[in-house]
């Protein structure tokens, strides 16, 4: 008797050289406006670049008040998404602590996509980059200070 096979080998081939590329949503405990500041900011920023060490790219970002629009792509064998998230939060969690903000810090779990094409990646970003103007922050997206690219990321 055969032993099944999770996928087919012609599958295994064509995906062995692709690296999960995630759009990541995750918001703060009863959506308190505690984000959109410098110096969360600053760690966010620390914390993506510092992740190029163990295979995880940072691309674009938004930080609102109240959550963070991130989009990731992990390396082969390394850290989980989960896991990246969690060290994120446990980070901005700690400025938090810092500026008076009394735990918890976070709704439980997060939202992710698995991008699957380049077209994908530009509407999700057109959608996250408005955010800052739909919730009535600024007039233009790119006069929101708390947003950026650390890496360009392509599909």
């Known amino acids: 008797m055969k032993s099944p096979r999770h996928r087919p080998p012609r599958l295994e081939r064509i995906f062995s050289n692709l690296r999960p590329f ?3 949503t995750f918001n703060t405990y009863k959506r308190s406006p505690w984000l959109a500041n410098r110096e969360i900011h600053e760690d966010f920023l620390i914390f993506a670049r510092k992740g190029r060490a163990r295979g995880v790219a940072v691309g ?3 930080i609102m008040p109240d959550h963070v629009h991130v989009f990731v792509v992990l390396g082969w064998g390394g850290v989980t998404l989960a896991r990246w998230v969690q060290g994120l939060k446990s980070v901005l969690g700690k400025r938090l602590l810092l500026q008076g903000h009394a735990k918890p810090h976070w709704q439980e779990g997060f939202f992710d996509h ?4 380049g077209e994908s990646y ?3 970003w057109e959608y996250v980059r408005m955010n800052p103007v739909r919730a009535g922050l600024v007039a233009v997206p790119e006069a929101w200070p708390y947003q950026g690219e650390v890496e360009v990321l392509r599909f």
């Open 22 to 24: 995630y759009f990541v």
């Open 60 to 62: 674009r970002y938004v």
């Open 122 to 124: 530009g509407e999700k």
């Open 114 to 117: 698995l991008m699957r094409s």
